[in-house]
């Protein structure tokens, strides 16, 4: 496969969420149809079967090797919890779906980094939907931002099934599911933890794991603050 497939593959893995999104937020307002004309009801399913379409297609995907990233991140100055901010509200509508409490437990003031705000929020946002994608219904799911010495650490913690052995010896290796299954048939492609470890190690921070079986896992991207890192703007 040529660098510019792959390419291609990264980029239809990421549609994976925003579609998912609109179909959550479309049933939503499919369960409260009662405040909509008969057009404005129809006009809801054909967006969410469209959606739920879309989301099949994607899972049918056949990737015969990893994606790659393009070349063209622009680093500059990063509030993580601004980022952290965005990532916690545009996620509200799966949490909702699910009946699960995702919250804001610590967002440090000034936690800065140099990075590349676009690639850094994809990172961010595939941590809380896999901790969604995971955790059962009416579970909850904490997001915190904290500035410890040098590094900026941006974690989620869930109330899930936990990793075991060989679901942490895969864990950052393209194409691999895990032995959890997502609970309400969300779209796993295998691809989403690679693509975050790979955009953490451009900016020179690394991926923690901490799980206990049975009990919930913490993801937390580690990255130097603004004032240590390598990466200039």
Not at 123 to 139: C, D, Q
């Amino acid at each position: 496969m040529s660098n510019d497939s792959r390419q291609i593959s990264a980029v239809l893995h990421e549609l994976k969420n925003p579609i998912l999104a609109i179909e959550r937020l479309s049933d939503i307002l499919l369960e409260n149809d009662q405040q909509f004309s008969s057009d404005t009801k129809r006009k809801i399913e054909l967006i969410y079967t469209s959606a739920k379409e879309a989301s099949g297609y994607l899972e049918d995907l056949n990737f015969s090797s990893p994606p790659v990233l393009a070349d063209d991140f622009s680093f500059a100055p990063v509030d993580v919890s601004a980022l952290a901010e965005q990532v916690v509200e545009s996620f509200q509508p799966h949490a909702e779906y699910k009946d699960q409490a995702l919250r804001r437990a610590e967002f440090a003031e000034e936690a800065v980094v140099i990075g590349d705000e676009v690639r850094l929020l994809e990172a961010m946002k595939n941590i809380v939907n896999n901790a969604l994608k995971y955790s059962p219904r009416g579970e909850t799911v904490d997001v915190r931002v904290q500035k410890a010495g040098t590094e900026v650490r941006f974690s989620v913690s869930d109330s899930g099934p936990g990793l075991n052995e060989d679901d942490l010896d895969r864990l950052f290796k393209p194409f691999q599911r895990l032995a959890q299954q997502p609970t309400d048939g969300e779209v796993s492609l295998g691809l989403g933890l690679y693509l975050v470890n790979e955009i953490i190690s451009r900016h020179d921070g690394e991926v923690d794991v901490e799980t206990t079986k049975g009990e919930g896992s913490t993801f937390t991207l580690v990255l130097p603050t603004a004032s240590v890192s390598a990466k200039h703007p």
